[in-house]
C-alpha cells in the first residue's frame, strides 16, 4: 500500500483556508469509488547482501565478563540500502556451538538456526533513516568444560570457528540452553 501525505507550514491566520485546499487535494487524488478489489501479492525478494541490505553480526557477552559472563549473545542487524525495495530474510542464520576438536556441544537448542528470519520493509525517506531488523540469539548456564567455539550459520560469511568465552555456569541441575531472544522490526 502506498499513502500521500500532506504536510504544509503556515501562518496561523490562513490556517482554515489552507487546511480546506490540503482536504481537497486529498479528496481528488484518491477517489475511495475507484479501489481494486485485493489479490495476493507476489512474494518479497530475497534480500541480497551489499544490494538491498547491509547485514552485521556481533557476538557479545552480558556483564559481568570476567571470568565468564553470564549469557552470551549473538545478534545480526540488516539495514535496508537506499534501494527502497522491501525485502525478506530467508536465512538460516544461525550459530553452532562446538569444542575444541570441533564437535557439537550438549546445549538444548544447539544448533540454532532461523529461517526466515523477517521481512525488511522498504527503506524510509532517507538512506540515513533505513529501515532495520535485528536477531539475537542467546546462549545460558554453561557447565561444561574445555574451550569452546562458535559457529556462524548463515550471511555474511558462515563456515569457521571462532573461540568464545561461554555463559557461567548458574544452575547445573538445568540445561544448558540456546534460544532465540527476540526479533525486532
Known sequence: MRALRVAFQVDPAALAQ???LAEGLLRSARPITNAVAG???APRPDCLQGRSVDARRLAHSSFPVAPRPLVDKFTWTFLGT???VPCTIRGPL???LV???RRRLQVQGNPLAVAPVGDLPES???PREASSLELTLKWVNW???GPVRLRWIGEPGSGGTAPIRPPRCTDASKPSRLS???IRR
Open 18 to 20: 489552507v487546511a480546506g
Open 39 to 41: 489479490r495476493p501479492h
Open 82 to 84: 537506499a534501494s527502497m
Open 94 to 96: 544461525g550459530v553452532e
Open 99 to 101: 569444542d575444541g576438536s
Open 124 to 126: 524510509r525517506r532517507w
Open 143 to 145: 557447565c561444561g568444560q
Open 180 to 182: 532465540v531472544e527476540r
